[in-house]
């Protein structure tokens, strides 16, 4: 993808750029204690991390969380995918923000499923000026 001015709203972790995401899952987490499991929908990254100490480095792919749900987000996957591959092909610049929602709706910049909605606000267009002095430039 060349969703180089393209962003994503994580749930915590602020504004990754789209262009690194390489994967979209959606997976259950164990219950503590008394606590129910819940559902994450992550986008994972190509920047690798690495932990522990120099003798034991590992390196893992990086997940960033965008929605937890108590049910399985089910095609939220795909719809994210495929609001992706339509900002694309228009050469797109804003952020992709993530809600959950009741019921799935669509439109040109957005898609839902899964009870999850994402939604593409492209960036303002600078305004024009005249100025093509040096220092301007």
Known sequence: MSL???WVQTHSDGLVRADHVIGIEAHSTAGLRDTASHWLLDIVLAT???SGYREGWTVTALHRTLAQTAVPPE????????LLAQLDTIDAAGVITIEKVGSDKNDAHSASAGGIHFQFVPFQTPARTDRA?????
Do not use: P, Q
Request: glycine content about 10%; hydrophobic content about 55%; overall charge negative.
């Open 4 to 6: 180089i001015n393209v």
């Open 48 to 50: 690798s991390v690495g």
């Open 75 to 82: 095609g939220a996957s795909v719809a994210l995918a495929r």
């Open 133 to 137: 002095d040096a220092e301007y430039l």
